[in-house]
């Protein structure tokens, strides 16, 4: 049997690892157009910020593909076609399958602004948008960031590292307040202006200009604004990255529609990661879920079914983490985002932060039991938050053993006592 | 697309636009001193005139030096937010093997090779430390004191370093006020002190087989005048210091790596550990990360280790057996060959020398027995481990980028598992650059400290190809 995976990301690479560890006869092939080797786009900010090298973002050595018998081919799909279980590279060669999986991963969002097509424009999520920023960062001072999510304040650390002026572009009145709290939300806001960040909020991007050589020069935002910059990054989100599997057959909606067990309308056919866009997901996840961990978890659960398996994905309860300059922030459970206020049951929230320092822990509870943690600038442990979560814990049990979550390194300033104090009071 | 190209396909260094960061008036003085410091030490030696005169000049630039260098780092560091700052890193030629790094590990090494095999010829340098030299130890500075006094020197100006760079973690700051604590105090002024009251110049935080003269039975370096003769002499000090250097070992070691794995020493009181976690801290990233490394590690770290017990025994039989075995001479012969190729070339030159191309634990790595008794009860009996926060890793290889032990600590992140690994120094500095905050160094019970991981046995077994591998 030849299994061919589309895409060779976190979600590709973990569910070829799997199929290897599950059965050492099948044959495995990655198709990948982006880079030679898979390779962590979460460090994507870290190369050019000079952290790491290229190389040394790659999670497994060079000759684990070799040794692990996975084959890795170079080139750009173009067409899937289910009826001949054939796949059409761009130049013409084709490659048989007889199980094609599809991890093809995102897009940056394009909303069709003028000038977005334009040389100096990028989005901020491949290896070619990596060389692209790279190639026009010798004497750039000035640079747009178009969005206000976790890739737009990435960018923004980024040429702030290399002493390049960013403005910063966000929609909302409020950083990332779509998912964050309103009070964690100022807090990222306050950390981003105070690295000098030009943050424009409740601001559009209106128009790109072209400097009458295909080139980006100037943005105007909705408020009439030019403001002069030699780079503009798009980060308003990322879509699936689906365009080619038209008139494939292969049903496709946001993403490429899957059932429970990751499997497409096409038989033999299935799709993982950011490309994927799950039928019926959970009550707390939406369809189409763009990080890292839940591109593995389907990794390792396709891999079983692609050898005739019938497991469901289920990634559990919700976390995630992040890092904003230097604030970091972790997520388990349910958190209700600054807009999402005023909606009906929306949960009740314990708030408490470091008088005057950057810290901050939030218990969210419905009808007595706890169901979720927003951190910032400390680390609970995941195991804990969840079974808390999963066990529908009291918010006087958390409360009584929120040492059992802490996760700071060793000799931290430990608030547990304050937090516990604060917390009761207004329980 | 070359640039496209040169990301992607290859791990040179890719060509980037950089900003060279412009000095405030400040820093710009603090290293005015530091360079006025370097020259007047240069002229002082240089100049003709009785050593006494120049002396006390010698001690003023050298503490210009020291100060200047302190103060431009709390600085330079002090400027920014604390946080984690690695920016440039890999775009900087000192700290990515560069032609400064090339110059700066070229002069260190020379520094050694000078120190080990032509003292003398640093005579123009060491001599105007006599002033300190008097007053600390009674005697004439030699290369020895001179070298003590870089040591020191180097461990607190880039100890102010590295308490600045990494300000935000309380653990960073105590752990770099512990290895100079420990080299200043036991390293430097205690031995000096001791040698005043005339006594052998003990080294309290070192043991056998970091320091095996400590328990063999003779001095095979300086003879009958040498420490070890005094120790064995049966003076009241001298049975301390052996007592004291058999306790240790045999009895604070174990117990200590028990409790904290080997970190209390080799990142908190060992003087090697605290140069590396200091003026090596630049070169950390340098270690090479490959599984063929880790390989070369377990060979040559063990061989050290079997070589400096063989030794032992060898010198205790030959000493029980009157001597009758390899005579006088032949037991000084085993023993010098060790020191020059052991302590000297591999502990100095190239463990400290090539800082800037081999990473700051060439030598904890692949060559310290002591590391590697210290490995052996971390691993089976300890209770130390990094712990990974369940799925929040995202592969993104800080970690691994500056393990400077070599560690590819990603790989066992990624997959959800704590890390219990025999060479971890346990400087923390995997879990300060994590951007996910997902490792953490723990003491904690063994029942659950490989969780995920292999059992040691297990590894063991699959080393020897006795069980599968996944």
């Known amino acids: 049997m030849h299994v061919v995976i589309i895409g060779n990301g976190v979600a590709g690479v973990t569910a070829a690892r799997h199929l290897r560890k599950r059965n050492s006869h099948v044959r495995i092939s990655i198709i990948s157009g982006e880079s030679e080797h898979h390779w962590a786009r979460t460090a994507l900010m870290y190369i050019y910020m000079g952290h790491m090298q290229f190389t040394d973002t790659k999670p497994y050595p060079d000759p684990f593909w070799k040794k692990n018998r996975i084959e890795l081919v170079r080139g750009w799909v173009s067409l899937v076609e289910t009826e001949a279980k054939t796949i059409r590279f761009e130049g013409g060669r084709t490659l048989s399958y007889d199980k094609l999986l599809l991890a093809t991963g995102s897009r940056p969002n394009r909303f069709g602004w003028p000038g977005e097509e334009l040389q100096r424009v990028s989005g901020m999520y491949s290896v070619q948008d990596l060389a692209r920023l790279e190639a026009a960062s010798p004497g750039l001072r000035h640079a747009a960031v178009i969005g206000g999510g976790l890739i737009g304040i990435e960018l923004a650390e980024m040429l702030h590292s290399r002493g390049i002026r960013a403005s910063m572009l966000v929609r909302e009145s409020s950083y990332f307040s779509g998912v964050l709290p309103d009070e964690e939300s100022q807090m990222v806001n306050e950390v981003i202006l105070e690295q000098g960040i030009d943050l424009q909020l409740s601001t559009n991007l209106t128009e790109i200009l072209d400097d009458g050589q295909g080139q980006a020069c100037a943005i105007i935002n909705d408020k009439g604004e030019r403001i002069e910059v030699g780079f503009v990054g798009l980060c308003a989100g990322v879509s699936p990255n689906v365009a080619f599997l038209e008139g494939s057959g292969i049903e496709v909606s946001t993403g490429v529609v899957v059932d429970s067990q990751l499997r497409t309308n096409t038989v033999d056919v299935f799709a993982i990661g950011d490309c994927a866009e799950i039928r019926e997901p959970g009550a707390t996840r939406g369809k189409v879920t763009a990080v890292w961990y839940t591109g593995r978890m389907m990794g390792e659960t396709v891999a079983e079914n692609l050898l005739g398996g019938a497991r469901d994905y289920n990634p559990g309860i919700w976390f995630n983490s992040a890092k904003f300059f230097d604030l970091e922030y972790q997520v388990y459970g349910e958190v209700p985002a600054a807009t999402s206020k005023g909606e009906e049951e929306s949960p009740a929230s314990l708030l408490w932060m470091a008088p005057g320092g950057r810290q901050s822990v939030r218990i969210v509870h419905r009808n007595g039991a706890v169901i979720g943690f927003n951190l910032m600038g400390t680390r609970y442990r995941h195991r804990v938050c969840e079974s808390w979560i999963q066990e529908q814990r009291s918010v006087e049990y958390v409360l009584k053993h929120l040492n059992d979550a802490q996760f700071d390194p060793e000799f931290s300033r430990r608030w547990t006592r304050e937090i516990q104090q604060a917390l009761e009071a207004s329980a | ?470």
Request: with cysteine.
């Open chain 2, 1 to 470: 697309m070359s640039a496209l190209v040169q990301i992607g396909a290859s791990s040179a260094p890719h060509r980037v636009a950089t900003q060279v960061r412009s000095l405030r008036a400040g820093e710009k003085f603090m290293l005015a001193l530091v360079g006025l410091g370097c020259a007047g030490l240069l002229f002082a030696a240089l100049a003709p005139g009785s050593w006494a005169a120049k002396g006390a000049m010698g001690v003023f630039w050298f503490a210009l030096i020291v100060l200047g260098g302190s103060w431009y780092f709390w600085m330079a560091y002090g400027r920014s937010h604390p946080g984690i700052k690695n920016d440039g890193i890999f775009h900087s030629a000192t700290t990515h093997r560069g032609a400064l790094a090339w110059i700066i590990g070229v002069a260190l090494t020379a520094f050694y090779v000078a120190l080990y095999w032509h003292g003398d010829s640093l005579s123009p340098v060491y001599s105007l430390l006599d002033p300190l030299a008097l007053a600390l130890t009674g005697a004439s500075a030699d290369e020895w004191f001179l070298y003590g006094a870089l040591y020191t020197a180097a461990v607190g100006v880039f100890g102010v370093r590295m308490a600045m760079k990494y300000r935000h973690s309380r653990y960073q700051l105590i752990r770099t006020g512990s290895v100079f604590f420990f080299q200043l105090g036991f390293a430097f002024l205690l031995p000096g002190m001791l040698k005043k009251i005339n006594q052998p110049d003990f080294y309290f935080t070192y043991f056998w087989p970091l320091k095996p003269d400590y328990l063999l039975p003779f001095d095979y370096v300086m003879g009958e005048s040498g420490i070890l003769a005094a120790q064995y002499s049966g003076t009241s000090v001298g049975r301390f210091m052996i007592l004291w250097a058999a306790l240790m070992l045999l009895v604070a070691t174990p117990l200590l790596t028990w409790f904290f794995g080997k970190r209390w020493y080799c990142s908190w009181v060992c003087g090697c550990g605290g140069l590396a976690e200091t003026m090596g801290d630049p070169f950390r990233q340098l270690s090479d990360k490959s599984e063929k490394a880790w390989k070369i590690e377990r060979w040559s770290i063990h061989l050290v280790l079997v070589s400096i017990v063989a030794i032992t025994a060898l010198l205790w039989f030959n000493e029980w057996s009157g001597r009758a075995l390899l005579g006088d001479d032949g037991s000084g012969l085993f023993w010098k060959s060790y020191g020059l190729v052991i302590v000297m070339a591999f502990s100095g030159v190239l463990g400290v020398g090539f800082y800037p191309l081999l990473g700051s634990r060439f030598w904890c790595r692949f060559g310290c027995p002591m590391a590697a008794i210290l490995g052996f009860l971390q691993r089976f009996f300890s209770r130390f481990r990094i712990t990974t926060n369940g799925g929040q890793c995202i592969s993104c290889g800080n970690c691994s980028t500056y393990c400077e032990m070599g560690i590819d600590v990603r790989s066992y992140a990624q997959r959800g598992e704590n890390i219990v690994r025999s060479s971890c120094v346990g400087c923390g500095v995997c879990a300060e650059v994590c951007p996910r905050g997902v490792l953490r160094l723990e003491n904690g019970p063994v029942a659950n400290r490989f969780d995920g991981a292999d059992k040691p046995l297990h590894e063991a077994m699959r080393a020897l190809g006795l069980a599968a591998r996944d």
